[in-house]
């Protein structure tokens, strides 16, 4: 049974910093490129970062670039999301999703499975 299982989100002030993550079990991890996306409320999902099946390569929305990075630990098939400088706009349900091939795709119709998603509300 293919599996994607979020973790790590919670309530965070502006300017502070949480670490999400995406265990993936029940295929070749190695193979699948894996996305993180977010969706607030009344909003569209929408891409925030990907990183490819070797975790050589990243893309990230300008909206995070120089404030979120992502990595992986095929070893213990594992995508991390470092989030820092958050802001109240950051606020929403992370998901994170895998695509098969050599690509790391910013489209969400790209991406074959999904987790079930991590909130993250930033507040004071």
């Known amino acids: 049974q293919l599996q994607l299982v979020e973790s790590g989100g919670g309530l965070v002030q502006p300017g502070g910093s949480l670490r999400l993550s995406c265990v993936g079990s029940?295929?070749?991890?190695?193979?699948?490129?894996i996305a993180w996306f977010r969706q607030a409320p009344g909003k569209e999902r929408e891409f925030v970062a990907t990183?490819?099946?070797?975790?050589?390569?990243?893309d990230y929305a300008d909206s995070v670039k120089g404030r979120f990075t992502i990595s992986r630990d095929n070893a213990k098939n594992t995508v991390y999301l470092q989030m820092n400088s958050l802001k109240p706009e950051d606020t929403a349900v992370y998901y994170c999703?895998?695509?098969?091939?050599?690509?790391?795709?910013?489209?969400?119709?790209?991406?074959?499975?999904w987790g079930q998603g991590t909130q993250v509300t930033v507040s004071s």
């Open positions: 029940g295929f070749t991890w190695d193979y699948y490129a």
């Open positions: 999703a895998a695509h098969y091939g050599s690509t790391w795709p910013r489209s969400l119709n790209e991406y074959d499975y």
């Open positions: 990183i490819s099946w070797s975790g050589g390569s990243a």
